[in-house]
């Protein structure tokens, strides 16, 4: 068994040169093996690329055809009751949203796209509703959620390419933080009353971890320690 001279990596018989900083294999006493196939390519190659058309279509079909066949079903067998197929219907149609949609609309921007698949989830949640008589907590609980996500996604998804490292760790602490207190909030008014239990904790934890970034982000000395710690 050969190691590396310079980087000291364990090497395959059949390596000729070392995987990882391309120096030559010298070792009389372990000569290279030569009847084994090559571990890694000699020729460097490119994937080829996926037709995006072909697979908008066949997930579009996939999607299809599910959502056609329990519409059947339900009316075959279940004529009486929920339509559950409607359910089942509209989260093909979400899941179309979320995946053929960037297929198509390749130069369309990531903040239209993102925006589309929050208004497919909206669309899901208000079928459910519609299928159970449930448009009351629909009102009063689910879309009130579905906006402060949407909110904290949309933030996030605009604003986190922006900035380094360790204000990206700051903002997703403080944004699940907001969401996580906003998410208590929706519940208990559904439910007739504020009264702010778990979220607070989840907010002191997350206070908690949020200072040491902010004292880091702050002190350049320290900054420049957890970054040649850490290989920033």
């Known amino acids: 068994m050969s190691y590396c001279v310079n980087c000291g990596v364990e090497l395959d018989p059949d390596a000729r040169r ?22 890694f390519p000699e020729q460097r ?26 519409v059947l079903l339900n009316l075959l067998f279940w004529r009486d009751g929920m339509p559950w197929s409607m359910i089942v219907a509209g989260a093909c149609a979400m899941l179309w949203v979320w995946t053929v949609l960037p297929l198509l609309l390749r130069s369309a921007h990531s903040i239209l796209l993102l925006g589309l698949d929050l208004l497919a989830v909206a669309g899901l949640l208000w079928l459910i509703a519609a299928a159970v008589d449930g448009l009351n907590w629909l009102g009063r609980l689910a879309l009130p959620i579905w906006w402060g996500c949407s909110v904290v996604l949309l933030f996030l998804w605009y604003i986190l390419p ?16 907001a969401l996580m207190l906003w998410l208590e909030g929706c519940i208990d008014l559904f ?40 290989h920033f």
């Open 45 to 70: 190659r490119e994937v080829e690329p996926v037709n995006r058309r072909e697979a908008a279509v066949l997930l579009s079909a996939l999607y299809g055809v599910v959502g056609a066949c329990c």
């Open 18 to 39: 070392c995987p990882l900083c391309h120096t030559p294999v010298v070792n009389p006493a372990c000569p290279v093996d030569e009847s084994i196939p090559p571990n």
């Open 162 to 177: 922006r900035r380094s490292i360790l204000s990206r760790c700051m903002l997703v602490l403080g944004s699940c933080v």
């Open 191 to 230: 439910l007739g009353g504020y009264q702010p239990r778990w979220s607070l904790v989840v907010a002191v934890v997350g206070v908690a971890l949020m200072l040491p970034l902010l004292i880091i982000r702050y002190r350049p000395d320290l900054r420049r320690e957890v970054r040649r710690r850490f």
